[in-house]
């Protein structure tokens, strides 16, 4: 029984055997097995002068991360995380879903593919953006610096911004979570009917004098202590009222209410029946 039966035939053995060969081995078994199913992560180990000619008809998932110089990209690469990498890019695929700018990355980025859903733009990325796909579903950063464009993707879901301290664009109005980290300096825009989840991070303190109805989670974070609105969201399930907020919460809070989390600093009685809904958290 030769290797390449064993391996055509039995669900995991190509990953095991496959991690311990070099490149030029695992092309030859690639050619000896071609089946479509294989995932091939792209590292530092391997020379990126071989890129062009692995044969990645065979591979439906390609992950590229890496800190050398990328020259060509597989046609198929669906992710790509540049951990430390700091070079030019070179065109990217049409099919690429999520892309992971990482720690250093600040060059000029290239047209972003039409398909991707996910891009993380990392804690050093400080250029104007290319346009952004319509259909770009998650956008996150870390760069305190970023010049935003003037509008969002129309599909986008979740938009995380760890340091940020300019004004934020119009939301768009599918947005289901937002999370600020830490922002501050500028009101939040009006918040979309679609939002479920809003996270104010470490420095927010203007007031917020609407919650949509579709909220389900709410957390205040460290540093705001204005008064809620009366009346919250009928969906709201968790309420997180931060370090610094002590102001009386309305007797009409949601009836799907499951967790209020609070710190022994808050000097009010919390009113619901159930004591086990309140959680102490110290920050």
Excluded: C
């Amino acid at each position: 029984m030769n290797l390449s039966y064993v391996i055509s035939n039995f669900e995991g053995v190509s990953h095991i055997v496959y991690d311990f060969l070099d490149d030029t081995s695992k092309m030859s078994l690639i050619r000896a097995t071609p089946r479509e199913n294989y995932d091939f992560v792209l590292e530092d180990k391997h020379n990126p002068e071989n890129y062009p000619n692995i044969p990645i008809k065979y591979f439906t998932n390609i992950k590229v991360s890496t800190s050398k110089m990328l020259r060509i990209l597989p046609y198929n690469t669906k992710i790509l995380e540049l951990g430390v990498y700091n070079y030019k890019l070179p065109k990217l695929p049409d099919g690429l879903q999520t892309l992971d700018l990482g720690e250093y990355y600040n060059l000029e980025l290239p047209k972003l593919p039409n398909g991707l859903l996910h891009l993380n733009l990392g804690w050093s990325y400080k250029k104007l953006l290319p346009d952004l796909p319509d259909g770009l579903q998650t956008l996150i950063s870390g760069s305190y610096k970023l010049p935003f464009p003037e509008k969002l993707p129309s599909g986008l879901l979740t938009l995380k911004l760890i340091y940020y301290y300019r004004k934020l664009p119009e939301l768009p109005t599918n947005l289901i979570t937002l999370s600020l980290g830490w922002y501050d300096g500028h009101y939040i825009p009006k918040l979309p009917e679609s939002l479920e989840n809003l996270y104010l991070g470490g420095y927010y303190s203007h007031p917020i004098n609407y919650l949509p109805n579709s909220l389900k989670k709410l957390d205040l974070g460290l540093h705001y202590n204005y008064h809620l609105p009366n009346i919250l969201p009928t969906s709201l399930q968790i309420l997180n009222l931060g370090n610094r907020y002590n102001h009386p919460l309305s007797d009409n809070l949601p009836d799907g209410l499951k967790k209020i989390i609070l710190t022994s600093e808050y000097s009010h009685t919390v009113p619901v029946k159930n004591s086990k809904l309140i959680v102490n958290n110290f920050y």
